[in-house]
């Protein structure tokens, strides 16, 4: 039979792991998440247009990271959508 200070440490591991899961996902939601991708979308984007000499590069790279920002802001709604329909169903 386990021991009182087995249970509390076991416990003690367990609350550990579901603060680091809750600060996972508060980062995967996180707004500053989202913005970090898109500015690095943005410049590595820019980049490579500049790089291949593109005319207006750095005004074209916007496109690719608005789209990308775009589809950062759908996805929860597909996600819901996917575990109501299709996730629930099985």
Request: glycine residues 4%; proline residues 3%.
């Amino acid at each position: 039979m386990a021991t009182l200070a087995k249970l509390s440490s076991e416990i003690d591991r367990i609350n550990a792991r579901n603060r680091k899961v809750e600060a996972d996902k508060a980062w995967e939601t996180s707004w500053t998440k989202r913005l970090l991708l898109v500015i690095f979308t943005y410049l590595a984007v820019g980049l490579y247009l500049n790089a291949i000499n593109l005319p207006n590069a750095w005004i074209t790279a916007v496109v690719p990271s608005v789209g990308f920002m775009l589809s950062t802001l759908t996805l929860p709604y597909f996600k819901r959508a996917w575990l109501g329909k299709i996730y629930e169903n099985k």
